[in-house]
């Protein structure tokens, strides 16, 4: 059982929008930044955003991220077939513990 | 780049050390995680070391588990004892980002434990 809450899966037409939602608490997301990692079949994780928002080097604009309170949110629009991966929430908790979520698998119908 | 090695097919209550060999950037000035991943399963966090030494581990592995690094190698270790059945996964090692995050990983080694 994960510390961060996710959707188990979502999916989506091509050219579609998706979003994965993150819940935490105040000891973790609350007071600190999120990331989300992608991982792609048979492949190791990558990250895609950091602090909340800013997507990594590299990064196409059609993946975004967000925070209010202790939920996150990852956004993916225009969505294409390479898109198809994993998709984990994390951040610090307390004592330098780090979490992830339990992971949300994107589907293109 | 990160290189892990060491992984394969032990039996349960023995030990195992990972290694992941750190290149291209100043690894001595980096905090490192290991990261693990069963099959099947989600992404786990294991450990966490800072560049100036300090550890961290996860509940499931806290006193079974010990990471380390040298500097002078420019490699991080994981030495797992006491391995039980469901550490079996794909261990990761990772940098500590610069902006509080996990930023750059490894390919992974599998490590099974099974009788």
């Known amino acids: 059982q994960s510390v961060l809450t996710q959707p188990p899966s979502v999916s989506a037409a091509p050219g579609q929008r998706v979003t994965i939602s993150c819940s935490g608490s105040t000891s973790n997301i609350g007071n600190n930044y999120v990331s989300w990692y992608q991982q792609l079949p048979g492949t190791a994780p990558k990250l895609l955003i950091y602090?909340?928002?800013m997507r990594s080097s590299g990064v196409p604009d059609r993946f975004s991220g967000s925070k209010s309170g202790t939920s996150a949110t990852l956004g993916i629009t225009g969505l294409q077939t390479g898109d198809e991966a994993d998709y984990y929430c994390g951040t610090w908790d307390r004592n330098s513990i780090w979490v992830f979520g339990g992971g949300t698998k994107v589907t293109v119908l | 780049q990160l290189m892990e090695s060491g992984g394969g097919v032990v039996q349960p209550g023995t030990s195992l050390r990972l290694s992941c060999a750190a290149s291209g950037f100043t690894f001595s000035t980096f905090g490192m995680h290991w990261v693990r991943q069963a099959p099947g399963r989600a992404l786990e966090w294991v450990a966490f070391?800072?560049?100036?030494?300090?550890?961290y581990y996860a509940d499931s592995v806290n006193g079974r588990f010990t990471i380390a690094r040298d500097n002078s190698k420019n490699t991080l270790y994981l030495q797992m004892g006491r391995l039980r059945v469901d550490d079996t996964s794909v261990y990761y090692c990772?940098?500590?980002?610069?902006?509080?995050?996990?930023?750059?990983w490894g390919q992974g080694t599998l490590v099974t434990v099974s009788s």
């Open positions: 602090e909340d928002n």
């Open positions: 990772a940098t500590d980002g610069a902006h509080r995050d996990i930023d750059h």
């Open positions: 070391m800072t560049n100036s030494g300090d550890k």
